[in-house]
């Protein structure tokens, strides 16, 4: 049986969450996934406004060698998700400072079935998967502060 084309969370069918969880051996996927399709945005993603603000979180000798062609297409959506984030990070061996940037961008471009993969693989990252080559702007760039 074929999945359908997921472009939208909110067209996505019973069937087809099934199908996506059922891909991966995690605990609860339908179930997980079911909630986060029917949470608020920015906590899930139902009734999400035409215009949203991402964030992510890299890191950067200054704000100067932000590029942003590299910028990839992992975000996430919930500023209470920050130092939950940034704990993620911490340890790793990463060259300059944490930077929390932030992107505005129109949710069309948002890439739903990828964002709900990686939801389920990634269930304490919270990630909003953009389309690849989206448009967006940035709208913030903050030194985050060492704990």
Excluded: C
Excluded at 3 to 16: K, S
Excluded at 54 to 64: F, V
Aim: charged share 30%; proline share 4%.
């Amino acid at each position: 049986m074929m999945m359908q084309d997921i472009t939208t969370f909110e067209t996505i069918d019973g069937l087809t969450i099934k199908q996506l969880a059922s891909e991966y051996n995690t605990i609860d996927g339908k179930k997980y996934l079911v909630e986060l399709i029917r949470s608020p945005f920015p906590f899930g993603y139902f009734e999400i406004p035409d215009e949203i603000e991402l964030m992510k979180i890299i890191y950067l000798r200054s704000e100067q060698d932000l590029d942003k062609e590299e910028l990839n297409v992992h975000y996430f959506a919930n500023p209470e998700d920050i130092e939950n984030i940034k704990s993620q990070l911490n340890g790793a061996d990463y060259e300059g400072d944490p930077y929390l940037i932030t992107v505005k961008t129109n949710k069309q471009n948002i890439d739903v079935e990828e964002t709900l993969r990686n939801n389920l693989l990634y269930q304490f990252e919270y990630e909003t998967t953009l389309k690849p080559k989206s448009d967006f702007k940035i709208i913030k760039i903050e030194r985050l502060k060492d704990d």
